[in-house]
């Protein structure tokens, strides 16, 4: 057994002891812990692993409450129907609320959640229906057959099955085709889209997955404390709610415990401490709690459970994948069929054109370098071919269909994979997740079946992917290594592989060549040309003019944006305009 293992037991067998063992105040306080970390959860997924920072988070839990509230006491509805009942309102304000909210981005995000957060408590505390502030009296208790759930003890069991039940879920969650795609969101949006991820649906599905989580809250707390009001859910719950994730580790599912535990214990110990201490009442919890909260955060800016981790020695999670059966292959177009047909693409940034009309074609089964000094508009060309930004004029053709006003994820289903000229990569994953992610589109699978562990089979397929491509681009002894941890050079090859796990058709490498040894050179143009034998067509930009001239079939050459020259490679060497321009008078 794992060191890893060995403290989840050990948390596990806490928790069997604790409704027998603690007295009741701390059973109600560890009641309390199991209800935050639910919300916390939800905010570990939304802001520390998709980058959506909210405060708002209380609001929804005042949702899922009232909703039961008013269907227990007014219209005498059973609890376990108010719970489906209070799941789907929230869900459909969450929808609402996050079609507008995800859509922003930088201080505007934070702020909106605040202002939803806001409004929200203020509907609660002026309906009538509600209680107005007075609240809610008399919720009834929840039974589980003839089991009535009426005192603290008999809560805790189903707070806490709930709470880990939706741990559980989370980590199926992030262990899938849709997890790779949460976690790729907070830096490498760009590159999620390239690769057929929907990022702004995907934004709204966890969205609404912490709205739905913190609803679930919402109703334990109701049944649990059998009233309700708005002083709950103000927006400095919110806060405090944010403030757990940050401080047990946003970015990771037990920070949501870890968080929820640091918090609600701190603050009941500081109200007895602190009064006893000064020998006067006062609210002196808030201060010192201020300043333990920032001298926490200095020394582990990344939360309490990394920090905690960091001291359990742990085996290496992530496996190698196993065999898997193939996943299907796309079909080739026969060698010399029309391929790519760029019509006068042009592109300008305020004053400056970074492509001017330029126009060129390529065949199937071709490698066609583009190249040009720097700043020459090649990778603009490359974002524009693959939807990353958008022609201002001209056209650009795929196998005879325009794609030039399409998204990346629709440019990438018909068969386009490309690197980057800067890497983009999520260095905290692995080589193998990274690479996983080119597979995104090979897979069906949606984030409830990932929840429910029914997507066993395919997943092993896609990770086996994943790890031939990495063994194809040479790097089979870094597979389960954190991409982040590797060269640049290497940072290259995996973002080809990446690329390879996507089955294209056309492939687009911006300057693969950089970083690597000679050896590693020779290596990746061995690997091109089989590539191509395979009926992978290449457009490739690389100033490593021996690399080039070496491998391409056809060249075209860019300066300030249009085409200066096209041909054989011999033509290009020995044209004065290009010599002049790029190759500096190398011949």
């Known amino acids: 057994m794992t060191p890893a293992r060995a403290a989840f037991g050990l948390f596990l067998a806490f928790l069997v002891a604790a409704p027998f063992a603690l007295p009741e105040f701390y059973v109600t306080l560890m009641n309390y812990i199991g209800l935050a970390a639910l919300v916390t959860l939800g905010l570990v997924l939304l802001t520390g692993v998709a980058g959506l920072m909210s405060f708002g988070q209380q609001a929804f839990v005042g949702i899922g409450a009232y909703a039961t509230g008013v269907l227990t006491t007014v219209y005498a509805v059973s609890p376990w129907l108010s719970l489906p009942a209070g799941l789907a309102l929230t869900g459909l304000a969450a929808l609402g609320i996050g079609a507008i909210t995800v859509r922003l981005s930088g201080h505007y995000l934070p702020i909106s959640t605040i202002a939803w957060g806001i409004a929200l408590y203020f509907v609660f505390g002026n309906l009538e229906i509600l209680g107005r502030y007075n609240g809610l009296q008399g919720v009834p208790p929840i039974t589980v057959g003839g089991w009535t759930v009426d005192s603290g003890r008999d809560s805790y069991v189903l707070i806490w099955v709930a709470t880990l039940a939706a741990l559980v879920a989370a980590r199926n969650l992030l262990d899938s085709r849709s997890g790779r795609a949460v976690r790729a969101l907070r830096f490498r949006g760009t590159m999620a889209e390239s690769f057929g991820v929907d990022t702004a649906r995907l934004k709204l599905v966890v969205f609404l997955y912490a709205a739905l989580l913190a609803a679930l809250s919402g ?8 009233f309700v009001s708005p002083g709950p859910f103000n927006v400095n ?35 007895d401490i602190l009064p006893a201490l000064f020998e006067q009442s006062g609210n002196y919890e808030v201060i010192v709690f201020g300043v333990l ?8 800016s990344a939360g309490l459970m990394p920090a905690f981790a960091r001291l359990v020695p742990t085996s290496r999670r992530e496996a190698r994948p196993r065999e898997a059966a193939p996943l299907a292959r796309r079909e080739r177009p026969r060698a010399g069929e029309p391929l790519l047909d760029v019509r006068a693409a042009h592109k300008q940034f305020g004053g400056l054109v970074a492509v001017s009309h330029l126009s060129f074609d390529m065949k199937s089964g071709e490698i066609l370098g583009l190249i040009g000094p720097n700043g020459a508009g090649k990778s603009t060309m490359f974002n524009l071919i ?7 004029d001209g056209e650009i053709l795929f196998r005879g269909e325009r794609i030039d006003r399409l998204p990346s994820r629709d440019i990438a289903r018909r068969g386009i994979g490309r690197t980057f000229q800067h890497v983009n990569l999520v260095g905290a994953m692995s080589v193998l997740e990274n690479v996983a992610i080119g597979a995104h589109l090979r897979g069906r699978h949606g984030s409830v079946a990932s929840i429910l562990r029914l997507d066993r089979a395919e997943e092993a397929r896609l990770r086996a992917e994943a790890a031939r491509q990495v063994e194809r681009a040479g790097l089979g002894e870094h597979l389960l290594d954190a991409a982040g941890s590797l060269p640049l050079g290497q940072q290259r090859l995996v973002e080809i592989a990446r690329a390879l796990a996507a089955d294209p058709v056309l492939l687009l490498l911006d300057e693969p060549a950089a970083g690597l040894r000679y050896r590693e050179k020779q290596a990746l143009a061995a690997l091109l040309r089989g590539l191509r034998e395979e009926g992978i067509s290449i457009l490739l930009v690389e100033h490593d003019m021996d690399f080039v001239m070496g491998l391409v079939d056809r060249l075209v050459v860019m300066d300030f944006g249009e085409k200066l020259a096209e041909g054989l490679p011999q033509e290009i060497q020995r044209n004065p305009a290009v010599i002049e321009a790029y190759l500096g008078g190398i011949e």
């Open 219 to 226: 109703w334990l707390y109701a049944h649990f404390l059998r």
């Open 386 to 392: 693959t939807g990353v930004l958008a022609a201002d």
């Open 237 to 271: 719950a919110g806060i405090e709610y944010l403030f757990m994730a940050v401080v047990g580790g946003a970015s990771s599912v037990w920070g949501a415990v870890v968080g929820a535990s640091v918090l609600t214990m701190l603050k009941e110990w500081l109200k």
């Open 293 to 300: 909260m920032v001298a926490l955060l200095h020394r582990t």
